[in-house]
Structures are given as C-alpha cells and as structure tokens.
C-alpha cells in the first residue's frame, strides 16, 4: 500500500505510542515476518525536492522494540532497480548512495540526537547530530561509532532493509514505566534528490530533516538498558623511520624506532543514561590523517577532532565563543602544537544524564615529551533545559596541569534561549587563568575573560537574521580551547532571506545574505580586521548547488604578514574586495566534481584560485577522489609573487563491508612535501578490527635549504588489533 501523508506538523501531533515486537525476527533485511506484518507503517511524506509532493516510489517503514533493541524497517520499492545508487561499502564513507535512516533524540532535549543509516550495500553509518543541526552539517559528528547491526536485501522490487539497535547503544531517561525520545525516518533516493520522511516536516530550516526539535515524540514503555562492560584490549607494532639532523647540523641521519605496545579501554553504561569510558595507554593509530593546508592569515588554523574516544555526545563539550574560538578543544590532549602525538598514559570519561543534568566529564594524563612535562588535563560539563523544551543554561571547567608546575584554569556559563518562535538568545561568559599571570600581576576579571551576546531569528525560509557582540580580554588564553586572537571587541550580524519552491522550478530553494563585522582593539579600538559580504546560494531540484559572492574586506596588520620565503605582507592598513562563485553536482552522479573560482585583490597585491574535487564510483568496490587547487598570487609594487598548488588523492577499494583499504596521498608546492597515509581495516565486528598502517613524508625539493634534504622525511608501518569482549 502507498503510505499516506501525514499533514500535522510533528511539534503539534500527539505522542506515538511505538509497538512492542509481538515474536523474534531473523536479521536477514528481509521484513517478511509476522512480527512486522503485524506492525502499522508510519506515514511519510516528500520532504524534497518538492515539499509535499508526490512520491515517485513506494515506501513502507516500520518501528518497534522489544527489551533490548530498537527495529526498524524498509520496504523500498523502486520500479527502476537498476537505478538504484548503491556507490560505496566502506563504513561511514557516504558516496551519493540511496540510503535508509533513523534519528532518535535519546534524551528527548530537542538538541541532540544520534543517527543511524545506510545504503543497498548494508553499510553502516552513524553520526552524533549536536546543537539541533543548526549549523548544518558542521552539526554531525561523523567520527561517532557505536554497536549495531544492518542487513539489506535487493530484489526486482527495489531494495529491503532491517535495523536493530541495541537500548545499550542508547543513552536514555526514564520516567516511571515510561522512556520518550524523538525520532525521525526517512528514504532517500539519490538519482532523483527524493527524500521521503516521517513526520511531516517542512523544509524551512537548513537540514531541516536532522533537527532533533522538529522529531515526532515516541513513547517505549518498560524498557531498561542493559549494562554490558565492553573491554577491549589491543595491541600495536610496528617500525617507523625519521631523518633527523646530527648533532653538529650539517647532515641528515636516519633514526629508527620499533613500536611495541599493548593497551585497553573500557566502556560501561553505569546507569541507562550514563557511560563511562576508560582508557589505558591510550593508541590513535588508525586516525586519518589532517588536511594539508596553506595558511594565507595571520591566525592559526582550526582542524577537527577524529579520534573515536573523544566522540561520544561530544557535542555536550561544545562552548563556543563563535567560529572556530571555543573554551575546549579536545585536539589539545595527546598532541602537541604541532600536531604531533604525545603518549596518552590514561584517563577517563564520563557523559550522559543525572537527573536533569546533562554531565560531561573527561579527565586525561599525558607522558613527558621533548618540549612538554608530563600533564593532566581535565574538563567538567554540566548544562540542562531551563524555561521551556528548546532552552537551556549550562557551566564549564577546564584545567591543564603540568608536572613543572605550570597551570591553566577556565571556567564559564553560557545558555540558550528561546524567546518566542525562533527567536533565540545566547549568552556565553568565560574566564581564564594561569600561572605566570598569577605570579606577574595577579588576576582581573575584564582582561582574563571572554563574553558573549547574540540574539537571532533561526529559519531557512523567509527573513532570518542574528546579531552578536563578542568582547575577549587581553589575557584571556584557555589552554584546553582554541583562540586565534585576544584583546579584542567584535560586533557582527547577518540578514537574509530564502525562497522555497512549491511548484514547476527548476530551483528547489533560492537564499540571499548580508554579513558585516568588525574587530576591534580593546584599548585604542582600533579597527584590526573588518568585512562586508554578501552571498547568494542556489539549489537546483537535481540536488545542484551554485554559490555566488563578494566580499569588502579591511586588515590592519603591525607586523609583517609572511606568505613564504619570496612573499610577504608589509605592516599597514589595506582595503581590498574579491569574490568567489561555486558549483557543486548533485552526489547522486556516478562522476562528480565541485568546481570553486575565486579572484580579486589582496592587500596590495592580486589573487586568483581555482579548485576543483571530482569523485568517481567505479563501481561498489572502488572509489576514486581527489581535490586540486591553484592559486596565484602576484605584488606587483614589490615585484613579489607567490604561486602554490595542493593536490589530495583519495581512493577506496572495499573487498566487502568489513574489509577495505584507503589511501589518502598530499602534495603541497608552498611545503615542496608529499604525505601519504594508507590504511587496511579488517572489521571482523564492531570493536574487533585489524588495522595495518602506512605512513611516508617526501620531500620534493631537497635543495632547498642546507643541508640537503633526504627523499624520505619520515616512515612508519603499524599494525594494530583490537578484540573486544562483552561481560
């Protein structure tokens, strides 16, 4: 039967009452049994490309439980089943794929939920969605893992899908006999941008169908989590190779280190809404490598977290003082400023819910290193709601202690309310302090803080705005966070406006928006950096997007700005405006690419980029991608230049969902350096994987500098097993 449309918006339905599984099922992606025959399929409607539109296939999905799982089911008919996108089989490496998925707000706060979806090939994949996707897809957590299980199946009909999700892998509240958390279920069929949903939501927000506030509220009645200790030892060998200078400087020798190393973490739900994590010589090997980048600012830059111990509802952790500036920044454990690993002696983390508290604990130790002593780190997180379901008001803690006696404390409060509608305020102060300011002159609260103000109107559709006020003193510096200025007052707000098409269009949404800011200096204020931008973005119903805008810009630098050994930038104040246009094919397409041009002035000098990041599916078993981008720079005032290329190739050959190799190769002309970083993971089951690792650095130029260079900067062959056990 063809599901019905289900017109009432999911905030104003009733509570569902989800249906007890009434016999066992075979986990077999077939949903042919009784169980499920017996079982009402939910109502779905077409979120895109055309809200409320008709829906070109059939979808049946079906949700129950039992005392230990949460099912789900798909029935997805397809009349072309050749048609169907089934692109990759390598966990967690979405590829324009057709895919089935549930969204549970657990904790049932309207903020965060964890997602669950996959693809005809019965990949899995699962993301942690924190802040209620209000940032987008800067919202999803792809690095979250958890235990569960997927089998799918193909037929001449279309594809079939059965999800089992143990109540262990999910964090919830109780009360009484009765556990409510939100949830959303979806279809999407990729070569016609086609999303099928339940409940009925509108598309008026950006990534509306993910927003945790937008889920239809279910009820489970009598369900408890069981509390499994998951124990998971592993061990780690390997050989690395690094060309180090000798002790007089004038030659590169090898040195050799052989890894040998065993190791454990811990994970136990110590009550249904509480897991605690412990780790003991704690290992990242099989972590992907970071971006290479070139820095053309005079501000550090930003890269994200993904190491898998710290992803855990790790959302909770968020402090944001606006863009990439936040009180904790958990790359700060384990590594050092240059990115380089510090051994992990240990540590312990603790997230989930007390009462109606939301509590995040981490405490971690690292080993001594050449250039850091021996160090704890530390950081208590408590928020819970306040006024109404979409608000809360919440603290923070962070300390970083060394063993040659140095200290960094921050504390803070911060909250989010809803006024009315989608009008939101947020409110965010902090404090830091630490040793030497202790010792020099003693602690002031307006110099050792930061604040924040910001108040918006959160909509995709229509007028939306915001206006924030961010003031930052000149000794403010959390060490456990990421800052890249202090000192400084910064007023910013935005307009804009979004069209959706409700009819024959060739754009599914049309958005135009103003932003302006400034910083300035907190003693003189001075205008240190400001800028006008305005933005156009356009969807097509294919899934197509076409970016477009320009950009006013003003920097007032007093020092000289270095772009390389050939190019620099000379104190001064500079004006200067450029502009960039984007397009992005739709994922669906077997061969894709994204094409980005962007040109104008900078400071005194010209700028022209280009990139482009094409991916092919060869087939289910092999994909291939790659990134390139050129840019030009040229100061003809002071006849200087600056030209750099950075390429990255990525490929993916997937013998089966369980076992695959990925290869990630670099190359930066502004670093004359080459990086590769290829990785084979067997996945036996979740949390009993083999990885073998290889990583090299190559120099391009060894002339250069002196002394010569050696081809080979660094090598390193790891292997690592992990075997995890149930008690």
Request: glycine content about 8%; aromatic content about 12%; charged content about 25%.
């Amino acid at each position: 039967m063809l599901c019905v449309v289900a017109a009432t918006p999911a905030s104003a339905q009733e509570r569902l009452h989800l249906p007890r599984m009434s016999t066992p099922i075979v986990l077999d992606g077939m949903p042919d049994e009784e169980a499920w025959a017996e079982i009402e399929a939910l109502p779905v409607v077409m979120y895109q490309p055309v809200y409320g539109g008709e829906m070109t296939e059939e979808t049946q999905i079906r949700v129950a439980y039992d005392d230990h799982y949460v099912y789900v089911s798909g029935a997805l008919l397809d009349r072309q089943p050749d048609a169907i996108r089934a692109n990759s089989m390598y966990r967690d490496g979405y590829s324009g794929d057709d895919t089935f998925g549930i969204l549970l707000d657990t904790f049932n706060d309207n903020e965060n939920a964890l997602w669950f979806f996959t693809t005809p090939n019965g990949t899995r994949f699962d993301s942690a969605v924190s802040n209620d996707a209000q940032s987008g897809r800067g919202s999803m957590n792809r690095s979250w893992n958890t235990y569960w299980d997927v089998a799918t199946h193909r037929s001449p009909k279309g594809w079939f899908v059965e999800i089992r999700i143990p109540l262990s892998s999910l964090g919830f509240q109780t009360n009484g006999a009765e556990t409510e958390m939100g949830l959303i279920v979806y279809r999407y069929i990729a070569r016609r941008n086609e999303r099928h949903i339940f409940p009925d939501i509108r598309p008026d927000w950006n990534m509306a169908f993910a927003k945790p506030s937008l889920a239809r509220k279910v009820v489970l009645s009598d369900v408890t989590s069981s509390r499994p200790v998951y124990v998971s030892p592993f061990v780690v060998g390997g050989l690395g190779r690094r060309s180090e200078l000798n002790s007089t400087e004038i030659q590169y020798l090898d040195d050799t280190s052989v890894t040998r190393d065993v190791g454990i973490d811990v994970k136990y739900n110590l009550t249904s809404n509480l897991t605690l994590d412990l780790t003991a010589n704690t290992d990242f090997a099989q972590a992907e490598a970071d971006n290479e980048e070139v820095n053309l600012t005079r501000f550090s830059l930003f890269f994200p977290e993904k190491r898998q111990f710290f992803q855990e509802r790790a959302g909770l952790f968020d402090f944001s003082l606006g863009g990439s500036n936040r009180v904790f920044n958990s790359r700060n454990i384990g590594l050092d400023e240059d990115g380089n690993p510090v051994r992990i002696l240990g540590g312990t983390r603790i997230v989930g819910r007390v009462g109606k508290w939301d509590l995040g604990i981490i405490d971690m130790q690292t080993d001594e290193s050449a250039d850091l002593p021996y160090e704890n780190f530390g950081v208590l997180r408590v928020r819970r709601r306040v006024l109404n379901d979409y608000s809360y008001a919440g603290s923070i803690v962070t300390s970083r202690v060394g063993s040659d006696g140095g200290y960094n404390f921050a504390y803070g409060l911060d909250g989010s309310v809803r006024i009315t509608g989608d009008e939101y305020l947020s409110l965010q102060w902090v404090q830091s302090f630490d040793d030497v300011a202790i010792d020099e002159s003693g602690v002031t609260v307006l110099p050792s803080s930061a604040v924040r103000a910001k108040w918006e109107r959160r909509t995709s559709k229509g007028l939306a705005y915001s206006t924030a006020l961010t003031r930052v003193g000149s000794d403010f510096a959390p060490d456990l966070g990421f800052q890249n200025r202090t000192n400084y007052f910064q007023p910013r707000g935005s307009i804009s406006y979004g069209w959706f098409s409700e009819g024959n269009s060739a754009f599914r949404t049309i958005s135009s928006e103003l932003q302006v800011f400034a910083f300035l200096d907190n003693d003189d204020g001075n205008v240190e950096s400001a800028a006008i931008e305005y933005e156009w973005d356009f969807e097509l119903i294919s899934g197509a997007r076409l970016g477009l805008d320009v950009v006013f810009e003003e920097e007032d630098l007093d020092e000289e700005l270095e772009l390389s050994s050939n190019a620099w930038i000379p104190p001064g104040r500079y004006r200067f405006v450029g502009g960039d246009a984007r397009f992005r094919m739709h994922d669906g397409a077997l061969l894709r690419a994204n094409v980005e041009l962007s040109g104008g002035k900078f400071y005194d000098g010209t700028l022209i980029s280009v990139g482009t990041s094409p991916t092919w599916n060869l087939s289910r078993y092999v994909e291939l991608g790659g990134e390139i981008e050129l840019t030009r720079l040229r100061f003809p005032d002071r006849n200087q230049e600056f030209d750099y290329a950075i390429a990255r190739l990525r490929g993916q050959l997937a013998f089966s969902t369980k076992a695959s190799i990925s290869a990630f190769i670099q190359y930066s002309s502004a670093a004359d350096f080459i990086r590769a970083n290829v990785r084979f993971r067997m996945n036996f089951r979740e949390g009993h994987d083999l990885w073998l690792v290889f990583n090299q650095g190559t120099n391009t130029d060894r002339y250069r500098g002196l002394p010569t260079l050696p081809v080979s900067d660094s090598r390193a062959v790891l292997i690592k097993y992990t075997h995890t056990f149930a008690l």
